[in-house]
């Protein structure tokens, strides 16, 4: 359907009166189960005022109304984040996180360069790939004026939890409510997962059932481009210039360590990553990996009594001591944890890698102080040299590096779209967070996926629908 323009004054008291009514919103209630806004036609067309235009409001910093462009329809985005969402997730672009080079898997390079020509057939200009499986591309601006230059990146990788090998897409068209049973005995059910019953008459996206599927990023590639294809195609709505870039090994926290800041030439950006509609993030954790080594003594077992150190038992009294109420499955939140991420090992050797993570820098001191003793006791145990940990520091909480400002253009962004804005803090790290420390503050847009890095993960095409809607509304706003 040909889209038909028209302006809407969308006054900021009205879309504040909208919160508070009974509509449903996507806010968390106490029990912790969040409902979606399903029916934003509606809000829009009954609940806020619609006028023409007019030339003298735009100046009114009383009132602070915005001028949006509103659209007939949004069909091509519909259309375009499903089909390259249901075709992004078949690549395998798994990172890896014992390998030394950049990207860490070619099979990313082979997807980088897919991208790029899709870029290219879109009509976007500057396109590159970067030796290290980088893809950056231009919209240039399509009218005059100061516009700030905004950046919009998702990561091309899927997270090394769970195979990303031979995923199967499959489509759940008007969602029941019921069970989703998929193949290998994997079942998605409400009864575990409340927040699936929000997406009743949704089309969700699941994978088969012994894979994950992708949606960690694939969602935001296939929202970013179809967002981008949108502009050109309706070169009626105002934007400055716009950069786009797609980064590999994000889930392995080297996501950004090739990307050139200066070439990419953004005031700022946002990364297009996040959870379920509404989510917004400009907070995120504090990550540092601790890498511990054991050493133990093997022996003949028949005759070992007195002289064998087993260094997995020693691993195992290291991994028993650990706080259990710092598990990941017991936080949430801004609460701290230890994730006892892998074990390998013999007799003679032992590794732990533990990831740390902590909203506040204080208590990451503390707790990598923690893991500092107990391998400081099993070295008075066991003898001088029987264990070592070695700190590396993976990335860092963002806010300082976001000015309110953005923050600002992001909620009227997401008010235009009818979502309400509801800032969460990550309990995870984004590309967005390494850039915000050099250089381009960079906070997260939710894309909808649900359950990722595992064989529960599901996503709603409505959910990426919305936020390639508040990619638009982004863009538009600058202009104004
Ligand atoms: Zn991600």
Same mark, same amino acid.
């Given at each position: 359907?040909?889209?038909?323009?028209?302006a809407?004054?969308?006054?900021?008291?009205m879309?504040?009166s909208?919160? %508070?009514?009974?509509t449903p919103t996507n806010?968390?209630?106490?029990d912790?189960i969040?409902?979606?806004?399903?029916?934003?036609?509606n809000?829009?067309?009954?609940?806020?005022?619609t006028q023409?235009p007019?030339p003298?409001s735009?100046?009114?910093i009383?009132?602070i109304?915005?001028v949006?462009?509103e659209f007939?329809?949004?069909?091509?985005?519909k259309t375009?984040?499903?089909e390259?969402?249901?075709?992004y997730v078949?690549?395998?672009t798994?990172?890896?996180?014992? %390998?030394d080079?950049s990207?860490?898997?070619s099979?990313?390079i082979?997807?980088a360069?897919?991208?790029?020509?899709?870029?290219?057939a879109?009509?976007?200009v500057?396109v590159?790939l970067?030796?290290?499986?980088?893809?950056t591309?231009?919209l240039?601006a399509?009218?005059?004026?100061d516009i700030?230059v905004v950046g919009f990146?998702s990561h091309?990788?899927?997270a090394?939890?769970?195979s990303?090998?031979g995923?199967?897409?499959?489509v759940?068209?008007?969602y029941?409510?019921?069970?989703?049973?998929?193949d290998?005995?994997?079942v998605?059910?409400p009864?575990?997962?409340?927040?699936l019953?929000?997406?009743?008459g949704q089309?969700?996206v699941?994978?088969?059932?012994?894979?994950?599927?992708g949606?960690?990023d694939?969602?935001?590639?296939?929202?970013i481009m179809?967002a981008?294809?949108?502009l050109?195609?309706?070169?009626?709505?105002?934007h400055?210039?716009?950069r786009i870039?797609?980064t590999?090994?994000?889930?392995?926290?080297?996501?950004t360590?090739?990307f050139?800041?200066?070439?990419f030439g953004?005031?700022?950006?946002?990364t297009v990553?996040g959870?379920?509609?509404g989510?917004?993030?400009?907070?995120?954790?504090?990550a540092?990996?601790?890498?511990?080594?054991?050493?133990g003594?093997a022996?003949?077992?028949?005759y070992a009594?007195?002289?064998?150190?087993?260094s997995?038992l020693?691993?195992n009294?290291l991994i028993?001591?650990?706080?259990?109420d710092?598990?990941p499955?017991?936080t949430?939140?801004?609460?701290?944890?230890y994730?006892v991420l892998?074990v390998?090992?013999?007799?003679e050797?032992?590794?732990i890698a533990?990831?740390i993570?902590?909203?506040f820098?204080?208590?990451?001191?503390?707790?990598?102080?923690?893991i500092q003793?107990l391998?400081?006791?099993?070295?008075e145990?066991y003898?001088e040299?029987?264990?070592s940990?070695?700190?590396?520091?993976?990335y860092s909480?963002?806010?300082s590096?976001i000015?309110?400002w953005?923050?600002e253009?992001?909620?009227?962004?997401y008010?235009a779209?009818?979502?309400?804005?509801?800032p969460?803090?990550a309990r995870?790290?984004t590309?967005g967070?390494?850039l %915000?420390?050099?250089?381009?503050?960079?906070?997260?847009i939710?894309?909808?996926?649900?359950?990722?890095?595992g064989?529960y993960?599901?996503?709603?095409?409505?959910?990426?629908?919305?936020?390639a809607?508040?990619?638009?509304k982004?863009c538009e706003?600058?202009t104004?």
């Open positions: 359907m040909k889209n038909r323009l028209f809407i004054l969308v006054a900021v008291s879309l504040a909208l919160a %508070s009514c009974d806010t968390e209630s106490q912790g969040e409902t979606q806004i399903t029916d934003l036609e809000l829009e067309s009954n609940d806020i005022e023409e007019d003298e735009h100046d009114d009383e009132t109304e915005t949006v462009t007939e329809s949004y069909d091509d985005i375009g984040v499903r390259r969402f249901l075709r078949t690549y395998d798994q990172s890896d996180l014992d %390998s080079t990207p860490s898997s099979k990313q082979d997807f360069k897919i991208l790029a020509e899709e870029c290219k879109i009509g976007l500057e590159e970067s030796e290290y499986g980088i893809v591309a231009t240039p399509n009218t005059q004026g700030p990146l091309m990788d899927t090394p939890d769970a990303g090998a995923v199967v897409p499959r759940h068209e008007n029941d409510g019921n069970d989703i049973v998929l290998a005995g994997t998605i059910s009864t575990e997962f409340p927040e019953r929000n997406y009743v089309t969700l699941t994978a088969s059932g012994d894979t994950l599927l949606a960690d694939k969602s935001g590639l296939a929202i179809s981008m294809e949108y050109i195609k309706n070169p009626d709505i105002p400055g210039k716009i870039a797609f590999p090994d994000e889930e392995i926290g080297r996501g360590e090739n050139d800041v200066e070439a953004v005031d700022f950006a946002f990553d959870g379920p509609v989510d917004f993030t400009y907070e995120n954790f504090n540092v990996r601790a890498d511990i080594e054991i050493f003594r022996m003949h077992t028949g009594k007195g002289t064998m150190v087993n997995m020693i691993a009294e028993a001591a650990l706080p259990a710092k598990a499955v017991n949430e939140g801004y609460e701290a944890f994730h892998s390998e090992g013999g007799v050797k032992t590794t533990i990831p993570r902590s909203f820098e204080d208590e990451m001191d503390e707790m990598k102080l923690t003793l391998v400081d006791d099993i070295n145990e003898g040299g029987t264990a940990v070695t700190f590396t520091d993976q909480n963002m806010s590096q000015e309110p953005i923050i253009l992001a909620e009227r962004a008010n779209a009818g979502i309400e804005f509801a969460t803090p995870g790290g590309d967070s390494n %915000s420390f050099r250089g381009i503050p960079c906070p997260d939710f894309t909808g996926m649900r359950n990722f890095h064989l993960e599901y996503i709603a095409v409505e959910s990426m629908e919305k936020s809607q508040v990619v638009l982004i706003l600058l104004q």
